[in-house]
């Protein structure tokens, strides 16, 4: 099977303001097993007027077939077609006049580690990239080595001391590479939280859209 053939023909759930009339881009990626309408439903809760939601739909429910930590090559092609499914819709909205840096990448789960994965391997200013219970794809050991510059792209990952599928050094490695490539990094591990979302979470992904539809806006 191509890389074309697996997620690209899958739709784009949207919500939110009308392209044409946003002045920012929200990017929602689900997780494992999860559903794009889903995360549309945490976009609304985040309640930041002005702002496109799109949400990309996973073949089968599932970005790749492996853990993150696997060797990348075993989440082969499925992994590619998903990057690409990011570039797409960030195409989507470039054509719609709202670039990368009106732009926030936000994922939970697999579409944490999709997130922070596209950002690290294309690094420009983006308006925001949030990690929710993710990090950088690869295995242990794996050598994060990218060039170029986020260009003080703000970037929040969250997740629990106790997350049963994301490592919490994975998660201190991803801010570590991020701020290498120029991110002005937050983290927050919450104690006992699980792999699930937290209100204070929301709350900083609500920060970073306000500050993208209104640059003047802490």
């Known amino acids: 099977m191509s890389t074309d053939a697996i997620h690209q023909g899958q739709p784009v759930h949207t919500g939110g303001a009308p392209l044409d009339d946003a002045q920012a881009g929200l990017v929602l990626l689900h997780g494992r097993g999860a559903s794009a309408q889903g995360m549309l439903q945490l976009a609304d809760d985040l309640d930041v007027p002005d702002v496109a939601h799109l949400a990309p739909q996973a073949r ?76 950088l794809i690869g295995p242990e050991g794996a050598s994060f080595d990218y060039d170029g510059s986020l260009d003080a792209t703000p970037v929040f990952l969250g997740c629990s001391d106790q ?17 290498a490539l120029n991110a002005e990094v937050t983290t927050r591990i919450y104690e006992g939280l699980g792999h699930t979302t937290s209100d204070d979470e929301r709350q900083h992904a609500r920060s970073l859209l306000r500050r993208c539809v209104d640059p003047g806006t802490a």
């Open 163 to 179: 997350d049963p599928y994301i490592p919490r050094a994975r998660v201190a490695e991803t801010a570590e590479v991020l701020r």
């Open 60 to 135: 089968m429910r599932s970005w790749y077939p492996q853990s993150f930590m696997a060797p990348r090559d075993q989440n082969e092609p499925e992994l590619a077609s998903a990057l690409a499914t990011i570039g797409d819709v960030l195409g989507r909205l470039a054509d719609a006049g709202i670039g990368p840096a009106r732009t926030v990448l936000l994922g939970f789960s697999q579409g944490a580690c999709l997130a922070t994965t596209y950002a690290a391997q294309r690094p420009q200013r983006y308006g925001g990239v949030v990690g929710l219970s993710g990090g």
